[in-house]
């Protein structure tokens, strides 16, 4: 598919979607609609970036896509949950940088695939609560307890979000780049067709062969070598080429 032929179909879709507003899906009834679209040349690959609205609560989310995805089927996507702390400046209270690195390099070398980026900061309870929640750990309460203090709980995060871009897009199925069954089952649960998993495997760099050294130590949590436990933003732990099959099984437990 040449880019002219791309930029005509995300045309059409702009077109349709300018009136676009449906029931919702969810909880919250959400409903997003496709407001832009363009080239986005990345160090991993070539990519188009599909901007998102959502007409309940004003976030804005995005598919970085590979290919000729409109319409499609068997599309690799990978969910990845928004981190700012992880993914721009590569903290490492958290793993989410290299899973989001590992996802786009894995699709920009597929044929097609997207990496849907969602808006759901710090598990869904937002930038500020999250460096809340970091606070109250750094004084020594975990991350379920940090969250539960604060008032949300444990996991807040919702892919009603990621079943409607899906949709948007006239994808109609989907093998989903995770290790986490339970995704599978909430994006059937919301109308999408799943027809394969993708496991989420990075490969291992001084960064995240301390996954490997801390799965060694201690039993299948993030925790850095003062013993805290790291927040989880991602809902999947990655396995790291190389880990053995045992490992990555209690990893992901
Ligand atoms: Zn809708
Ligand atoms: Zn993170």
Redesign the pocket.
Known sequence: MTTSTMHEQFQVLLEENKD???A?LGKDHI???IVAMAELPSRFGDFHIVAFENNRDGKEHVAITKGDVIGASDVPVRLHSECLTGDVIGSLRCDCRDQLEAALKMIGKMERGMVLYLRQEGRGIGLINKIRAYSLQDEGLDTVEANLALGFRDDERDYAVAA?MLMSLKIRSVRLITNNPKKIQQLTDYGIKVTDRIPHVMEPNDHNLFYLQTKAAKSGHLIDFSGKEHFKEQDDRPIVSGMSEEQAKVFNE
């Open positions: 676009h507003n449906c919702g409903c997003v609609k409607h």
